[in-house]
């Protein structure tokens, strides 16, 4: 078992000293990868594809308090693609949200990290997802509870390409640019990748941008590994003044960061032997330097 990373300094993206937003997303996948080897499985290629828009999202964008996860006046994080859970819990360790020490906890009994995310569970984990298409959904639900009280806070519901093959997504969308909901922030993990093949082939939703465009969008579409482009995509959300919601449309490498997992052949849950984690581990550290 691979050892835990040292507890991070910075409890909150807006207090303390900070970490560089390439340093975090190291170490979120890091996290990722230390809870994969615990279970000797997990989402791991999904998780090192967003680690990214989650080092952007919880040390820039977000506003919340580590100490008080229910606290009224935060951002509200939704993961629409509950099998991802191994990703946010990372960024949630890595934000000071849950202990680190728990991280050998995941998937076991009576653990607050189960494989597939469940909010009555984990401090930070807004919704139970994984009942895949409803999380944009429940995101419009929740945009003007948070307008009617007057509360400058935003909305994030981070979904997968996969998602957008449901009919809820779409009616969901014409809803959000109905009631002008420029509180919402919805992050499209665009990896090409679902459990019945490539998502374009299964069911094809390009082009992205002009659809979402026509459904009244404030729309903008990024390399999902850049944290450089992600960090103006969400300062550009959540500058104002569009009065529509908005979609950051981030095309992401399945595994980046670990060079032979990003080859390995691609499929929605990929394989890693009981001797390949300390070698991702290491590879990923070796990309670090």
Same mark, same amino acid.
């Given at each position: ?35 994969? /080897?615990?279970?000797?499985? !997990?989402?791991?290629?999904? *998780? $090192? ?9 919880? +040390? ?16 509200? +994080? ?12 990372? *960024?949630?360790?890595?934000? &000071?949200?849950?202990? /680190?020490? @728990? ?9 607050? =990290? ?6 009555? %569970?984990?401090?930070?984990? /807004? ?13 419009? !639900? ?16 981070? %979904? ?5 093959? @449901? ?13 002008? =909901?420029?509180? $919402? ?11 019945? &093949?490539?998502?374009? @082939?299964? =069911? ?29 995509? +969400? #300062? /550009? ?27 390995? @052949? ?8 009981? #001797?390949?984690?300390?070698? *991702?581990?290491?590879?990923?550290? *070796?990309?670090?330097?």
């Amino acid at each position: 078992m691979s050892a835990l990373l040292q507890p991070t300094e910075a409890k909150s993206p807006k207090q303390g000293p900070m970490r560089s937003l390439h340093e975090r997303a190291y170490r979120i996948r890091k996290h990722a990868l230390a809870m994969g /080897e615990v279970q000797g499985q !997990g989402y791991i290629a999904q *998780a $090192l594809g967003v680690a990214d828009i989650l080092a952007v999202a919880y +040390f820039h964008a977000m506003n919340y308090r580590p100490e008080d996860p229910e606290w009224e006046g935060r951002d509200r +994080f939704l993961l629409s693609n509950g099998h991802f859970a191994i990703a946010l819990y990372a *960024a949630l360790l890595e934000a &000071g949200i849950i202990p /680190e020490d @728990e991280l050998e906890t995941y998937g076991g009994d009576d653990s607050r =990290l189960p494989m597939s995310g469940m909010a009555s %569970y984990t401090p930070g984990m /807004e919704i139970s997802g994984g009942s895949l298409g409803h999380g944009l959904g429940i995101a419009v !639900g929740y945009c003007p509870g948070v307008k009617r009280k007057a509360s400058k806070s935003f909305v994030y519901v981070m %979904y997968s390409d996969g998602e957008l093959d @449901e009919g809820l997504t779409w009616e969901a969308a014409l809803s959000a640019s109905q009631w002008k =909901l420029d509180n $919402l922030v919805a992050l499209i993990d665009v990896n090409n990748m679902q459990a019945d &093949g490539p998502s374009t @082939e299964v =069911l094809n939703f390009e082009p992205l941008v002009p659809k979402f465009e026509a459904f009244g969008w404030h729309v903008q579409r990024v390399n999902g590994n850049d944290i450089d482009a992600l960090v103006k995509a +969400f #300062d /550009e959300a959540r500058g104002g003044g569009q009065q529509k919601p908005h979609v950051i449309i981030c095309d992401t490498k399945l595994a980046r960061g670990v060079p032979f997992l990003e080859t390995r @052949e691609k499929a929605h849950f990929i394989r890693v032997e009981a #001797d390949e984690w300390q070698k *991702a581990q290491e590879a990923l550290d *070796a990309g670090a330097r």
